[in-house]
């Protein structure tokens, strides 16, 4: 009888472990070397702009920061657009340690918080001037 429940136990671990997604995953960058998404060009490994990225074929959306947009309403915004994206490149240059993944937006982009060897990537963003924290965006803070 306890055989048969510990196997029915070890049945349902196992089911559970299959398609639950992991909520975090170690980064195995050793041999990247990050550079900047190019139009029309199949996206594998790269920065879109200073909150977007792909990694490994999935993309993924920063999660609690907001940057400038690269086609922003003015002039000074799409020039912060491009040092977010290079800062977002540097950071990620310095090592990819740890991905946490925390669902997806309505775009269906992964939303996840990122650790480099510097720390984590959306404080050290925010803390450069080049993003700031999600929802707190009314009008374009970038063109004020």
Partial sequence: MQKGVIYICVLAVLLVAAVIRPVSAIADDSNVLWQECHPYERRITCVVDGDTLWYQGTKIRLLDIDAPEVEGLCLNERQLAQSAKLELTRLLNTGL????????DRYGRHLATLLVWEGEVGPAMIAAGLAEPFG??????WCR
């Avoid at 707190?136 to 803070?141: K, M, T």
Wanted: glycine share 14%; hydrophobic share 20%.
């Fill in 97 to 104: 340690i740890r991905i946490a993944y925390d669902g997806q």
């Fill in 136 to 141: 707190q965006r009314g009008p374009s803070p």
